[in-house]
């Protein structure tokens, strides 16, 4: 990275930024290097993502995902480094590597381009963002279209409104498919973690329940449940706030503060007439209980057992 890089992010430091992403990565080194440097100035909390966007980072991808937060895949950049048709299968390939290293994963660039200029997209733009919905993409992001183009808001709403409907209708198809078991984590409770979570949205599936909810400190619990891709929508509960911004990455996921306690009864209670007031739940929903063991811990704790229960709202 150059001074102006460095320059960009103490701008972006300042300003109270939730994320930075990295243009041209090559490799993991600056991915490293400004984790270790927020790391140094406590600031962890800032995530890094790699925007993928070359050849070199194609080659280097698999490190570049693990040494990174998340990833964005820069199609405008990479489509300049590689034909063009190879761009689609390149992209199904990175969702799928992040999804299998529990990265989220954003495609973006020029996904409803002809908006810069005109107030309705192409037939084919609106494929082209169903079709990153299709391949279960954490995110879809715009860029000139919200930044320069003439109708921002009608963009956001058009891209939306695609989202919701591919997504709709792949859990009226029930195409949401558990992820072929990949093991993530070496250590024991990490291990547990991952199994939990795998069992509860298997469950979810089978047992066709209303909502997932996942009380969570990190907001780990809610990416390993958004791994798996569940039919049913996942409401993380947390107090913790940069868990909560963080977690508004995570495909289906639907974060919220609420004030934890180790009580999964008086979790459960307070969450339940936070959501009927919402209208997010109503008498006679089934939901499917997620919950780390002790939502108290300052860290990560090092021999946590999570558990798994199936409620009715009465």
Known sequence: MICADWADIEFGIAEGVDCIALSFVNDANDIKQLKAYLSRRSLEHIKVFAKIESLESLKNLKDIIEASDG??????????????????????????????????????????????????????????????????????????????????????????????????????????????????????????????????????????????????????MASLLSRNRPNPPIFAFTDNANSRKSMNLYWGVIPLHLPLSNSMEDNFNKTISLMRSKGSVKPGDTVLVVSDSDLNQPCAATSVFQSIQVRLVE
């Open 71 to 220: 990833v964005m895949v820069a199609r405008g950049d990479l489509g300049v480094q590689i034909p063009l048709e190879q761009i689609p299968a390149i992209q199904e390939s990175i969702v799928k590597l992040c999804r299998h290293l529990n990265k989220p994963v954003i495609v973006a660039s020029q996904l409803l381009e002809s908006m810069v200029e005109y107030p309705t997209p192409t037939r084919a733009e609106v494929a082209d963002v169903s079709e990153a919905v299709r391949q279960y993409a954490d995110a879809v992001m715009l860029s000139a279209e919200s930044a320069i183009g003439a109708y921002p808001q009608k963009a956001l709403s058009v891209l939306r409104a695609a989202s919701e409907r591919m997504e709709s209708w792949s859990r009226e198809e029930n195409m949401q498919k558990l992820l072929p078991r990949h093991q993530l984590a070496i250590a024991l409770p990490d291990r547990i973690s991952e199994q939990i979570c795998s069992c509860a949205v298997e469950m979810a599936n089978n047992l066709a329940v209303d909502a997932i909810f996942v009380y969570t400190k990190h907001g780990h």
